[in-house]
Protein backbone atom coordinates (compact mmCIF):
# COMPACT_ATOMS: atom_id res chain seq x y z
CA UNK A 1 0.00 0.00 0.00
CA UNK A 2 1.49 3.54 -0.94
CA UNK A 3 2.93 5.45 2.05
CA UNK A 4 2.79 9.51 1.95
CA UNK A 5 4.15 11.64 4.75
CA UNK A 6 1.05 14.28 5.81
CA UNK A 7 1.78 17.48 6.71
CA UNK A 8 -1.10 18.54 9.44
CA UNK A 9 -4.21 16.61 10.12
CA UNK A 10 -7.70 18.40 10.44
CA UNK A 11 -10.77 17.42 11.73
CA UNK A 12 -9.64 13.54 10.91
CA UNK A 13 -8.40 14.50 7.40
CA UNK A 14 -4.64 14.55 6.58
CA UNK A 15 -2.99 17.55 4.04
CA UNK A 16 -0.51 16.34 2.29
CA UNK A 17 1.48 18.30 -0.47
CA UNK A 18 0.99 19.15 -3.66
CA UNK A 19 3.49 17.18 -4.96
CA UNK A 20 1.92 13.71 -3.27
CA UNK A 21 -1.67 15.26 -4.46
CA UNK A 22 -0.63 15.19 -8.12
CA UNK A 23 1.23 11.48 -8.05
CA UNK A 24 -1.78 10.28 -6.28
CA UNK A 25 -4.13 11.84 -9.04
CA UNK A 26 -1.84 11.46 -12.10
CA UNK A 27 0.47 8.82 -11.35
CA UNK A 28 -1.12 6.64 -9.57
CA UNK A 29 -4.34 6.83 -10.40
CA UNK A 30 -6.10 6.16 -7.23
CA UNK A 31 -10.16 6.92 -6.94
CA UNK A 32 -12.40 7.47 -4.80
CA UNK A 33 -12.36 4.67 -1.70
CA UNK A 34 -8.52 3.83 -2.18
CA UNK A 35 -6.84 3.21 0.84
CA UNK A 36 -3.06 4.73 1.45
CA UNK A 37 -1.12 4.77 4.55
CA UNK A 38 -0.65 8.57 5.76
CA UNK A 39 2.44 8.84 8.16
CA UNK A 40 1.77 11.42 10.84
CA UNK A 41 4.05 12.72 13.74
CA UNK A 42 5.87 9.54 13.75
CA UNK A 43 2.48 7.04 13.27
CA UNK A 44 0.86 4.99 10.62
CA UNK A 45 -2.81 5.32 9.69
CA UNK A 46 -4.66 3.50 7.48
CA UNK A 47 -6.59 6.73 5.13
CA UNK A 48 -9.41 6.44 3.01
CA UNK A 49 -9.72 8.45 -0.55
CA UNK A 50 -12.15 10.95 -1.36
CA UNK A 51 -12.65 12.41 -4.04
CA UNK A 52 -15.36 15.61 -4.46
CA UNK A 53 -15.96 16.78 -7.74
CA UNK A 54 -14.69 18.52 -9.37
CA UNK A 55 -11.48 16.32 -8.61
CA UNK A 56 -10.89 17.66 -5.16
CA UNK A 57 -9.29 14.70 -3.05
CA UNK A 58 -9.56 14.27 0.73
CA UNK A 59 -7.65 11.96 2.67
CA UNK A 60 -10.02 11.25 5.36
CA UNK A 61 -8.51 9.24 8.71
CA UNK A 62 -9.57 5.67 8.83
CA UNK A 63 -7.53 3.93 11.57
CA UNK A 64 -4.61 4.00 13.77
CA UNK A 65 -1.75 1.03 12.64
CA UNK A 66 0.22 0.51 15.57
CA UNK A 67 3.72 -0.29 13.29
CA UNK A 68 7.14 0.98 14.46
CA UNK A 69 10.20 0.70 11.61
CA UNK A 70 12.74 2.62 13.26
CA UNK A 71 15.55 1.57 14.58
CA UNK A 72 16.47 1.61 18.55
CA UNK A 73 19.73 3.48 18.20
CA UNK A 74 19.32 7.02 17.29
CA UNK A 75 22.31 7.16 14.70
CA UNK A 76 24.01 10.53 13.77
CA UNK A 77 26.10 10.72 10.60
CA UNK A 78 28.34 13.46 9.38
CA UNK A 79 29.12 13.31 6.48
CA UNK A 80 31.90 15.25 4.13
CA UNK A 81 30.33 16.65 1.28
CA UNK A 82 30.99 14.53 -2.20
CA UNK A 83 29.76 15.08 -6.04
CA UNK A 84 25.94 15.28 -6.26
CA UNK A 85 24.80 12.13 -7.98
CA UNK A 86 27.00 10.24 -5.00
CA UNK A 87 25.37 12.53 -2.50
CA UNK A 88 21.89 11.89 -3.55
CA UNK A 89 22.55 8.31 -3.19
CA UNK A 90 23.56 8.47 -0.25
CA UNK A 91 21.40 9.90 1.39
CA UNK A 92 18.98 7.59 -0.14
CA UNK A 93 20.34 4.45 0.99
CA UNK A 94 21.29 6.05 4.28
CA UNK A 95 17.76 6.80 5.28
CA UNK A 96 16.69 3.47 4.07
CA UNK A 97 19.54 1.80 6.60
CA UNK A 98 17.74 4.15 9.90
CA UNK A 99 19.94 7.45 9.68
CA UNK A 100 18.51 9.67 12.08
CA UNK A 101 20.20 12.66 11.76
CA UNK A 102 22.84 13.71 8.71
CA UNK A 103 25.29 16.89 9.12
CA UNK A 104 26.63 17.61 6.01
CA UNK A 105 30.14 19.10 6.70
CA UNK A 106 32.70 21.08 4.68
CA UNK A 107 36.15 18.91 5.23
CA UNK A 108 39.36 20.78 3.96
CA UNK A 109 40.19 18.33 1.18
CA UNK A 110 36.12 18.41 0.34
CA UNK A 111 35.61 18.64 -3.89
CA UNK A 112 32.45 20.28 -3.61
CA UNK A 113 32.08 23.71 -2.35
CA UNK A 114 28.87 24.86 -1.73
CA UNK A 115 27.78 28.76 -1.44
CA UNK A 116 26.08 29.70 1.33
CA UNK A 117 23.26 31.38 -0.61
CA UNK A 118 22.27 28.01 -2.23
CA UNK A 119 21.85 26.15 1.00
CA UNK A 120 18.81 26.28 1.45
CA UNK A 121 17.66 24.96 -1.80
CA UNK A 122 20.08 22.49 -1.56
CA UNK A 123 18.75 20.69 2.24
CA UNK A 124 15.22 21.30 0.57
CA UNK A 125 16.01 19.14 -2.32
CA UNK A 126 17.67 16.49 -0.03
CA UNK A 127 15.03 16.42 2.45
CA UNK A 128 12.56 15.35 -0.31
CA UNK A 129 15.14 12.77 -1.30
CA UNK A 130 15.14 11.31 2.37
CA UNK A 131 10.92 12.19 2.55
CA UNK A 132 11.03 9.39 -0.62
CA UNK A 133 13.39 7.41 0.60
CA UNK A 134 11.58 6.99 4.10
CA UNK A 135 7.89 6.26 2.19
CA UNK A 136 9.25 3.46 0.57
CA UNK A 137 11.33 1.66 3.58
CA UNK A 138 8.15 2.08 5.79
CA UNK A 139 9.96 4.69 8.11
CA UNK A 140 8.07 6.20 10.84
CA UNK A 141 9.74 9.57 10.51
CA UNK A 142 12.20 11.44 8.05
CA UNK A 143 15.93 11.76 8.44
CA UNK A 144 16.56 15.30 9.80
CA UNK A 145 19.46 17.32 7.86
CA UNK A 146 20.73 19.92 9.44
CA UNK A 147 22.41 23.26 7.70
CA UNK A 148 25.99 22.40 5.70
CA UNK A 149 28.72 23.25 8.58
CA UNK A 150 32.38 24.08 8.60
CA UNK A 151 33.84 24.54 11.84
CA UNK A 152 35.11 21.10 12.93
CA UNK A 153 34.84 22.91 16.68
CA UNK A 154 31.28 22.43 16.25
CA UNK A 155 31.38 18.74 16.03
CA UNK A 156 31.46 18.85 19.62
CA UNK A 157 27.91 19.24 20.05
CA UNK A 158 26.52 16.39 17.78
CA UNK A 159 28.20 13.42 19.82
CA UNK A 160 25.87 10.90 21.22
CA UNK A 161 26.97 8.21 23.14
CA UNK A 162 29.19 6.60 21.12
CA UNK A 163 31.55 9.14 18.56
CA UNK A 164 33.25 7.28 16.25
CA UNK A 165 35.30 8.64 13.13
CA UNK A 166 36.46 6.04 10.28
CA UNK A 167 39.83 6.63 9.11
CA UNK A 168 42.18 4.43 6.59
CA UNK A 169 45.16 5.13 9.19
CA UNK A 170 43.65 4.04 12.48
CA UNK A 171 44.90 0.67 13.71
CA UNK A 172 43.51 -2.44 12.45
CA UNK A 173 42.25 -3.55 15.79
CA UNK A 174 40.07 -0.57 16.69
CA UNK A 175 37.41 -1.81 15.12
CA UNK A 176 33.39 -0.82 15.12
CA UNK A 177 32.22 -4.15 16.05
CA UNK A 178 33.98 -3.32 19.50
CA UNK A 179 32.00 -0.26 20.41
CA UNK A 180 28.73 -2.16 18.91
CA UNK A 181 28.98 -4.82 21.30
CA UNK A 182 28.73 -1.68 24.22
CA UNK A 183 24.89 -0.90 25.02
CA UNK A 184 24.07 2.64 24.03
CA UNK A 185 21.51 4.01 22.44
CA UNK A 186 23.34 7.45 20.50
CA UNK A 187 25.25 6.80 18.12
CA UNK A 188 27.65 9.68 15.90
CA UNK A 189 29.49 8.74 13.18
CA UNK A 190 31.87 10.96 11.23
CA UNK A 191 33.07 10.26 7.61
CA UNK A 192 35.36 11.97 5.39
CA UNK A 193 34.75 13.35 1.40
CA UNK A 194 36.69 11.96 -1.22
CA UNK A 195 39.83 14.09 -0.62
CA UNK A 196 40.07 12.25 3.00
CA UNK A 197 40.94 13.92 6.38
CA UNK A 198 43.31 15.96 6.92
CA UNK A 199 45.79 15.23 9.89
CA UNK A 200 44.59 18.20 12.07
CA UNK A 201 41.28 17.36 11.06
CA UNK A 202 41.59 14.04 12.88
CA UNK A 203 43.92 15.80 15.41
CA UNK A 204 40.74 17.83 16.73
CA UNK A 205 38.18 15.07 16.35
CA UNK A 206 40.20 12.49 18.65
CA UNK A 207 40.71 15.68 20.92
CA UNK A 208 36.91 15.86 21.29
CA UNK A 209 36.71 12.48 22.13
CA UNK A 210 35.77 10.66 18.79
CA UNK A 211 37.33 7.14 18.40
CA UNK A 212 39.10 6.28 15.09
CA UNK A 213 38.28 2.92 13.53
CA UNK A 214 39.22 0.80 10.62
CA UNK A 215 36.49 -0.55 8.47
CA UNK A 216 39.30 -3.23 7.46
CA UNK A 217 41.40 -4.44 5.06
CA UNK A 218 40.29 -1.85 1.95
CA UNK A 219 39.74 1.64 1.21
CA UNK A 220 35.66 2.51 0.95
CA UNK A 221 34.94 5.09 -0.99
CA UNK A 222 33.30 7.89 0.70
CA UNK A 223 29.67 7.21 -0.23
CA UNK A 224 29.99 3.64 0.69
CA UNK A 225 31.61 3.86 4.34
CA UNK A 226 28.89 5.07 5.63
CA UNK A 227 26.49 2.53 4.05
CA UNK A 228 28.66 -0.20 5.54
CA UNK A 229 28.55 1.36 8.96
CA UNK A 230 25.00 1.55 8.84
CA UNK A 231 24.51 -1.79 7.66
CA UNK A 232 26.71 -2.94 10.51
CA UNK A 233 24.63 -1.07 12.94
CA UNK A 234 21.63 -3.01 11.85
CA UNK A 235 22.75 -5.90 11.73
CA UNK A 236 24.04 -5.13 15.62
CA UNK A 237 21.36 -3.81 17.16
CA UNK A 238 18.11 -5.19 14.78
CA UNK A 239 18.51 -8.86 13.64
Request: charged share 25%; glycine share 4%.
Amino acid sequence: MHRFFATTLKHDYFVLTDDDVKQIKQVLRLRNNDQIICIYNAEHYLTTIEVLPPQKYLFKLTNKLHQNHESPIKIRLIAGLIRSAKWDYLLQKATELGVTEIIPFQFKRCVVQLKGENNGKKIARWTKICKEASEQAYRNQIPFIRNVESDIKVLQKYQGEVNLVCYEKAEQNSQLKDFLHQNFTTITIVIGPEGGFTTEEIMYLTTYGYNMISLGQRILRAETAPLAVLAMIMYEKEL
